[in-house]
């Protein structure tokens, strides 16, 4: 296989790890490029074992004897490796797990697919924190949701930080795109899902109602971090649902409070 040292952290050949760092950047490139980037040794692992290609490797020596067996099954693709300042210089972040991996993007399934036999769904409204994003996908795999669905204006499941919080659990849990939204909540209702989001507003059931309802199928929608579900979205639901808090604690983290749900209605 082709494995390049590279001591110029401007050579072309590895502009797709460019300053990193960057989000508008990484936004403007990843999509129009049809890649993303999967960080650590664990998570390129994952990536390939979900049927992802992988355009180019970069990463330190100690990591391309790590996945030597990785990249051994991808003889044509090129591994790029430095030294550790190198790859500091070129990423703009120290690579401290070791490895990157610059992946082809799969084309998403639609939904239909998606929905194909589950019975317990997550969907994100949007959601912009990539942590958040990153964060409840790896509850959702915990806790054996079936599959989640992002709005058009939530961030992106592949992008770099959700990836690297998600553990890589986001090439686990199928998930795609729901689009036009919210009115494809119809589209729920008609596949036989009862469609239940959380929320902060008056005249809500509890979390622990909704569980004693014991829905045989169920998704659970968690509004943006700042204003929760829109108003659209509310007057479309089955039902409304909070979870009860103590000690004049008012509201979770949606990380927090997905990891909550799921549990509860596992």
């Known amino acids: 296989m082709p494995r390049v040292r ?30 993303y980037i999967a960080e650590s040794n ?9 049927g992802h290609r992988p355009r180019s490797f970069l990463m330190n020596e100690r990591s391309a004897e790590a996945l030597d067996d990785v990249l051994s099954g991808f003889p044509d693709v090129p591994v790029y490796w430095g030294d550790d300042d190198v790859l500091e210089s070129l990423t ?11 992946m082809q993007r799969p084309a ?11 019975r317990r769904v997550a ?34 499941p592949l992008y770099r ?10 090439f686990q849990v199928p998930w795609t795109r729901i689009d036009p939204w919210p009115v494809s909540i119809g589209t729920l209702q008609d596949a036989g899902f009862v469609v239940a989001g959380m929320t902060l507003g008056e005249g809500a059931i509890t ?34 649902v909070t979870i009860p808090m103590m ?12 990891a909550v749900t799921f549990y509860a209605t596992r």
């Open 247 to 258: 000690d004049g604690v008012d509201s979770l983290n949606v990380a927090a409070a997905s």
């Open 207 to 240: 979390l622990d109602e909704l569980v004693v309802e014991d829905h045989e199928k169920l998704a659970l929608v968690f509004g943006s971090e700042g204003h929760g579900l829109t108003r659209a979205t509310e007057q479309r639901l089955d039902r409304r």
């Open 6 to 35: 590279i001591t110029d952290p401007a050579d072309d050949r590895v502009a797709d790890y460019t300053r990193l760092t960057d989000v508008s950047l990484r936004k403007r490139r990843e999509p129009e490029r049809g890649m």
């Open 123 to 156: 969907i994100l409204e949007d959601i912009v924190d990539h942590t958040n994003v990153g964060a409840l996908i790896r509850s959702a795999a915990a806790m054996g949701v079936d599959a989640v669905l992002v709005t058009p204006r939530c961030a992106d």
């Open 161 to 170: 930080r959700a990836i690297r919080v998600s553990m890589g659990t986001v």
């Open 92 to 102: 703009g972040f120290h690579l401290h797990r070791g490895a990157l991996a610059a």
């Open 108 to 118: 998403l399934p639609d939904v239909a697919a998606v929905l194909a036999g589950a």
């Open 42 to 50: 664990s998570v390129v692992r994952r990536a390939v074992e979900a």
